[in-house]
């Protein structure tokens, strides 16, 4: 169970490096929301440590992960995710919230972070 706790690291630190990446931005605040989330979705999926590939719910205003951690420890992403998005100028608009599943919790979120 040790990969738990890498992904938490990564999204901490290892992900910086997308800052580098260059991000298309559209003109208007909700196409720079869902570009922002399919950057996220593809930071998280390079990870490797989720439980199937992340996607982006444009109606529930959402950007949905699944992995293989517990409730307690799905909630300790939040801050990670939150400062990496911040480090890399990456905002949402107000509503939009990272879902975190695990294989085990099926359609239920086991942890809600807003982004």
Known sequence: ????FY???IVAGGISLFGQVPI????????KTVDNAFLLCKMLDSTNLLSEPCSVSG???SVDISVDMNASEARKMCAPVKDMLASN???????WSLKISSPYSGDKAIATCPL
């Open 89 to 95: 100028k990456m905002v949402f608009s107000p509503g």
């Open 7 to 9: 992904l938490s690291v």
């Open 1 to 4: 169970m040790k990969n738990k």
């Open 24 to 31: 298309a931005f559209s003109a208007d605040a909700a196409g």
């Open 59 to 61: 109606w529930g205003s």
